[in-house]
């Protein structure tokens, strides 16, 4: 994809102050991990300096710099100012203590600015602190040359905390993200300070929200118009197909999400049972290093939806609010969920689905709407690709996003077996993908053969003679083909049809179109394959007659471009010739490829 910039200065300047910020909070949340051990009680972010540390006796004022060269003194002029105003609030008594001021940066002082801080003139109380420099106070971590450097320093100190549940550069993140919210004023935090009391309850309330949140891909690619995770909506049902990158999407924007976060399995809990635990895990989460509010919400007797009506008070008495993912909730009855999402205002839930019969009637009974998981998009796919060493051009990546549906563990997978057996070579791996030659049995297989065995006869039908068209159709030419096909009658037909929508099977088009989703598609071939050559005959020519039968009234370009495809299947080589000479044909500018 090109990309555009009217003034690459301007975006070397953001960039700039982004890395920046970063590399502040980064140095802060380092001071929080170091705070109870030095003696820090209190550690205040963007307030008189970037970085106030608060000690009984002192106050340790910090201006972080980060530069790409080394530091000059007019890097500094303002920062000396502050402090000269600062020293003289303690000298007069506004504040207690003693004061002291470090200057942390990322670079070197320049050789004259080197000479100035040893220098008799220099202030006594004020300290420049570099990568290479001496040690300053036990307080201060030693700056980092890079923003890595530092995220690797803040990991391996997040990973002496006495917790080995919580993955260290989860909670690195996690702490840079709260600093983050501090620093523009934004509760838990909107005095701008953290203090050393409630370091633990922290350090725990992030590793309780996040401890059965499954692990983020080491490589996260997003999908395509990727929703947050948490966007002020009470309830959302997210459904996609095993393998559609769900749990993925949910642990990997858990980590860029500042509110409460429980994440659920629900597969084995019972309906009747399901508020009643999720409401006692989540008091347990929340408040668990609380033990007067978890006194009082934990009482004897209480039923789960009242745990999760006082769970519900205490947050909205504190401002604020926790999101719950609950995984797998096609397994659970629609009316189970009512009253654990109705239990209070202040919990958000995200239900994790795949499509099944249950999806509409949680749709119905919750007044949701299913939000879909769109798939990664050809530039992902080829980024993907490329990483692992294929090669491909956009129709090759098209035309494998077409085979998988673009569901990021088919398509993974699919580049995989691409870069193993066939030379990194996509359009070999579709061509034999499509031709079902693939001798490396893939994850779509494997995972969606389970949901095909699981369809009764005519829904295997259905799924197999309609996957030769990757164009929706409608109702009546469906059911021409499996009449055809299959000998199928169009009751039969439509029943088989109802119950694969439920599934997620079938995907909707407008009011009366649909088609096979493209993930199915392949199980579908290869069922009409083994079905007999007569059934495969047969469905290539029913779709074939409909389309030729449709074409004066609709002159949609991909059922023209399917047409083109069942001639060639069916050897029929002079209606190609026709159809080259005829002005429709023409006027649909096919040849020209300027569609």
């Known amino acids: 994809m090109e990309t555009f910039n009217l003034d690459p200065r301007q975006l070397a300047r953001i960039e700039a102050v982004h890395r920046w910020f970063l590399y502040q909070h980064l140095y802060a949340a380092a001071c929080l991990f170091d705070a109870a051990r030095a003696g820090v009680t209190h550690v205040i972010v963007e307030n008189d300096e970037d970085v106030e540390l608060v000690q009984p006796d002192r106050r340790i004022y910090l201006q972080v710099k980060t530069r790409a060269s080394n530091l000059i003194l007019s890097d500094i002029d303002g920062a000396l100012s502050r402090f000269a105003a600062i020293r003289q609030e303690h000298e007069e008594g506004r504040r207690s203590g003693s004061c002291q001021f470090v200057i942390v940066s990322n670079s070197a002082p320049g050789p004259e600015f080197a000479k100035l801080i040893t220098g008799k003139e220099w202030p006594s109380d004020t300290r420049l602190h570099w990568p290479q420099s001496p040690a300053v106070d036990e307080a201060l971590p030693l700056p980092w040359r890079t ?285 034999a993908l499509e031709d079902r030659t693939h001798i490396v049995e893939t994850a779509q297989e494997l995972i969606l053969s389970d949901v095909f065995d699981r369809f009764n006869d005519p829904e295997r039908r259905a799924v197999a003679a309609l996957s030769l068209s990757d164009v929706p159709l409608t109702q009546s030419e469906a059911s021409v083909v499996l009449k055809r096909a299959f000998d199928l009658e169009p009751e039969i037909a439509a029943t088989a049809f109802r119950r694969l929508r439920t599934s997620g099977t079938i995907q909707i088009f407008g009011v009366d179109r649909f088609k096979i989703h493209d993930a199915m598609r392949p199980l579908g071939r290869t069922y009409l394959s083994d079905a007999g050559g007569e059934h495969l005959q047969n469905a290539r020519e029913a779709i074939r007659d409909l389309l030729i039968k449709a074409l004066p009234n609709d002159h949609d370009r991909q059922r023209v471009f399917l047409l083109l495809r069942m001639f060639v299947a069916l050897g029929n080589v002079k209606p190609l010739v026709e159809m080259a000479t005829d002005e429709i044909f023409h006027e649909l500018v096919i040849w020209n490829g300027s569609s």
């Not at 980024?383 to 491909?392: D, K, Q």
Request: charged content about 20%; glycine content about 8%.
């Open 147 to 431: 923003i890595a450097d530092g995220f690797e320093a803040c990991r391996a100190a997040a990973e002496t905390l006495p917790f080995s549940v919580l993955a260290p550069e989860t909670l690195v993140w996690k702490i840079a993200g709260r600093m983050m919210a501090a620093a523009g004023g934004i509760e838990p935090s909107s005095n701008h300070t953290f203090t050393v009391e409630e370091l633990p309850a922290l350090f725990e309330q992030l590793v309780v929200q996040l401890q059965d949140f499954p692990a983020p891909p080491l490589r996260y690619r997003p999908q395509e118009h990727e929703p947050n995770l948490a966007n002020g909506q009470r309830v959302r049902l997210v459904v996609g197909l095993s393998g559609a990158g769900k749990t993925s999407w949910v642990s990997q924007t858990a980590l860029h999400t500042s509110d409460r976060l429980a994440y659920y399995d629900i597969a084995e809990i019972s309906g009747p049972a399901l508020a009643n635990a999720v409401a006692r895990e989540l008091a347990a989460r929340i408040f668990g290093s609380r033990g007067g509010k978890l006194g009082e919400i934990l009482l004897p007797g209480a039923s789960g939806t009242e745990i999760l009506f006082a769970i519900g008070r205490h947050l909205a008495e504190d401002k604020l609010t926790a999101t719950v993912v609950l995984d797998n909730a096609h397994r659970i009855a629609a009316a189970d969920l009512v009253s654990l999402v109705g239990a209070s205002d202040q919990l958000q839930f995200v239900l994790l689905a795949q499509p099944s019969a249950t999806i509409a009637r949680i749709e119905a009974t919750l007044g949701v709407k299913a939000e879909l998981l769109l798939g990664w998009s050809n530039e992902t796919a080829a980024a993907e690709g490329a990483s692992l060493g294929c090669r491909g051009d956009f129709s090759d990546y098209e035309r494998l996003l077409k085979i998988t549906g673009g569901l990021p563990l088919y398509v993974q997978n699919a580049l995989k077996i691409a870069a193993e057996s066939y030379e990194g070579v996509v359009t070999r791996v579709c061509a």
